[in-house]
C-alpha cells in the first residue's frame, strides 16, 4: 500500500510541469468539443488523436488520450442537456432529467449537476484503478493461455448486449472482428491465412486505420446521409451545483460509483449501459420514482456519475489482463501497445509506475473537466452551432491523414475507406460497431491463447474445460450466452422468483 503511494507520488510529481499541464488542458478541452458534436464517439477522438501522437513520447501521447477520452464522454452531457441529443451514446440517459431541466429553466443547474457527478464518479473510479489494478494484476498472473482463451471469448459474447434486443447482431459483429484479426500471418508459424495473394496484408490488418474507418468515416457518412437538424440552444443560468443537491444524493452517487466501475470491468458492455444500470437503480430505490423522466436531480446525478466512474473501471482490465472493458478503452490499449507499453499481467511487474502513470493521468483530466465544466460553459457553447457540413469535412481529412501517417501505406489508407463504407452500410442496418472493434483487440489475444494452450496440451482440448478458472469462466460464457436466450431467460427469472416466494414464506412461518 505504501509502496503504492510513493509511486502514485512520483507519477503526480512528474507530470507537474508545464508541458504535462498543457497536454492536459489542452486534449480535455479537445474532448469536450468532441463530445458536444452529436454523433462523434470518445472511441474517435482516441483513434484520431493516436494517429496525431505517434511520434510523441509515450507518456505524454497517454496522456493526452486518456484526458481526450474523460473529456468526451462529459461533453455529451452539454448537448443532452440543452438540445436532448446525447453527444455521445454514453450520455443518452442524460437527456431525460437533463433536458427536462432545461426546459424548466435550470439549464445551468443541470449542468451543474452533471459536471458533478461527472467528477465524482471518475474520482471514485480512478480511486478503483489505484487499488484494484495492482490486485488483478496479481490475481491475473496464475493464468494461462488457457483462460486468457476464455476471458478473451467471454469479451466478444458480452458485445451481445451492445447490440440492445438483437444480441446476435452484436455476436456476429464481434466474431466479424475475430476473423478481421485472422486475416495475414499466423503469429506461430507464420503461415498465410486468408491473403489470397495480396502482399500488404500478409502482416494483418492494421488496427489503428481499421479503427479509424469503422468509427471516423463512416461516421461522417452516416450524418453527411441524414437531414440536418436545427435545435434551439437553451438559455443557461448558473452552473455552479448546490451543494444539498449533492450530499442529500450521497448515497445515490456511492452506488452509481460502485455500479458503473463494476460495467467498466465487464467486457464489451460499456459507458453507456453504465449510465442507464445506475439510472435504473437509483430509480428502484428512490422514494420519488415518479419524478424520473421529468426533472428529477437524482436522475440526472446517477446516469453522469455511472458513465464516468465506467472510464477507469474499463482501463482497469485492459492493464490487468490485456481485456479492455469498451470500445473507447480497447482503442487505448491498442496505443499502448504501439506505444511500447504491454498491458496484461506482467506490467505490474515489469513497468509497475506505469499504472500509477495512469491514475494519475485520469486524476488530471478530472480536475481539467471540473475546471472546464464550471467556468468555460457558454464559451464551449459555439461548438454546437458549428454546421456539420464543416465539420465532417475535416473530420474526413483527419481520418485519411491520420491512416496514412502510422506507417506511410498507401494500402491504409484504402484499409480505411474499405471498412468505413462497410461499418456505413452494416450501420444502416442496425449492426452496431462496438463489438467489431472488441472482436479487433482481442482476436489476437484469443487466436494467440488458443493455439498456445493446444500447443503445451499436444493438441488436446480437454485442459481448456478441466482448470478450474478455465471451468468457471467456460461456464460464465455459456451462462451469459444462454441469458439471451428468451426461453431460458424466462426459466432463470421464474426459479428467481420462486426461490424468493419459497425464502419469504418460510420467513413469514
Not at 86 to 92: D, E, S
Not at 113 to 137: D, E, H, N, R
Not at 140 to 153: D, I, R, T
Request: charged share 10%.
Amino acid at each position: 500500500m505504501l509502496d503504492g503511494l510513493a509511486l502514485l507520488g512520483q507519477s503526480l510529481l512528474g507530470f507537474a510541469a508545464p508541458w504535462p499541464i498543457v497536454y492536459t488542458l489542452g486534449a480535455t478541452l479537445l474532448g469536450i468539443l468532441v463530445g458536444c458534436m452529436p454523433g462523434l464517439s470518445a472511441t474517435l477522438a482516441i483513434a484520431l488523436l493516436t494517429t496525431l501522437t505517434i511520434k510523441m513520447a509515450p507518456n505524454d501521447a497517454i496522456l493526452i488520450l486518456i484526458c481526450a477520452y474523460v473529456g468526451t464522454i462529459y461533453g455529451g452531457s452539454r448537448t443532452a442537456i440543452l438540445l436532448n441529443i446525447p453527444g455521445t451514446a454514453a450520455n443518452a440517459a442524460a437527456c431525460l432529467d437533463g433536458h427536462a431541466l432545461a426546459r424548466q429553466g435550470q439549464a445551468g443547474r443541470a449542468m451543474g449537476i452533471a459536471t458533478t457527478g461527472s467528477v465524482v464518479g471518475s474520482l471514485f473510479g480512478v480511486i478503483c484503478l489505484a487499488l484494484l489494478t495492482p490486485s488483478l494484476g496479481e490475481v491475473a498472473l496464475a493464468f494461462g493461455a488457457f483462460e486468457f482463451f476464455w476471458l478473451a471469448l467471454f469479451g466478444v459474447m458480452m458485445s451481445g448486449s451492445i447490440a440492445g434486443a438483437d444480441p446476435l447482431k452484436g455476436w456476429l459483429m464481434g466474431f466479424l472482428g475475430l476473423f478481421v484479426t485472422l486475416i495475414g500471418q499466423d503469429g506461430i508459424h507464420a503461415v498465410n491465412r486468408y491473403t489470397f495473394g495480396i502482399k500488404d496484408i500478409e502482416g494483418g490488418i492494421s488496427l489503428i486505420p481499421a479503427l479509424i474507418g469503422a468509427f471516423g468515416f463512416s461516421e461522417v457518412l452516416i450524418v453527411l446521409s441524414e437531414p440536418v437538424k436545427r435545435a434551439a440552444i437553451n438559455a443557461v443560468d448558473s452552473v455552479l451545483p448546490r451543494f444539498r443537491d449533492v450530499i442529500v444524493h450521497w448515497k445515490t452517487i456511492l452506488r452509481s460509483g460502485v455500479i458503473g466501475v463494476y460495467v467498466g470491468i465487464l467486457p464489451g458492455v460499456g459507458e453507456d449501459m453504465a449510465a442507464w444500470s445506475s439510472y435504473a437503480a437509483a430509480r428502484r430505490a428512490s422514494k420519488e420514482g415518479h419524478l424520473y423522466g421529468k426533472g428529477s436531480v437524482e436522475g440526472l446525478i446517477a446516469a453522469e456519475t455511472g458513465d464516468n466512474a465506467s472510464i477507469p473501471g474499463g482501463i482497469i482490465p485492459a492493464l490487468a489482463l490485456a481485456i479492455p472493458g469498451s470500445a473507447p478503452s480497447a482503442v487505448l490499449m491498442a496505443a499502448m501497445i504501439i506505444h511500447g507499453v504491454q498491458p496484461g499481467p506482467m506490467l505490474m511487474v515489469n513497468q509497475p509506475r506505469f499504472v500509477y502513470d495512469v491514475v494519475a493521468m485520469t486524476l488530471l483530466a478530472t480536475l481539467a473537466m471540473l475546471f472546464f465544466g464550471l467556468f468555460l460553459v457558454k464559451p464551449l457553447l459555439a461548438i454546437v452551432r458549428i454546421p456539420r457540413t464543416v465539420i465532417m469535412p475535416v473530420i474526413f481529412v483527419l481520418c485519411s491523414v491520420g491512416s496514412y501517417a502510422i506507417a506511410s501505406r498507401l494500402f491504409d489508407l484504402y484499409l480505411m475507406l474499405a471498412v468505413g463504407v462497410a461499418a456505413f452500410a452494416l450501420r444502416r442496418r442496425g449492426y452496431p460497431i462496438p463489438p467489431f472493434v472488441l472482436g479487433l483487440v482481442l482476436g489476437d489475444i484469443l487466436d494467440k491463447s488458443l493455439r498456445r494452450g493446444l500447443t503445451l496440451s499436444d493438441g488436446n482440448f480437454a485442459p481448456f474445460f478441466t482448470r478450474p478458472i478455465c471451468a468457471l469462466l467456460a461456464a460464465i460464457t455459456l451462462f451469459t450466452m444462454l441469458m439471451y436466450v428468451p426461453a431460458f431467460n424466462r426459466r432463470v427469472h421464474g426459479a428467481w422468483a420462486w426461490l424468493r416466494a419459497r425464502v419469504g414464506w418460510r420467513t413469514t412461518a
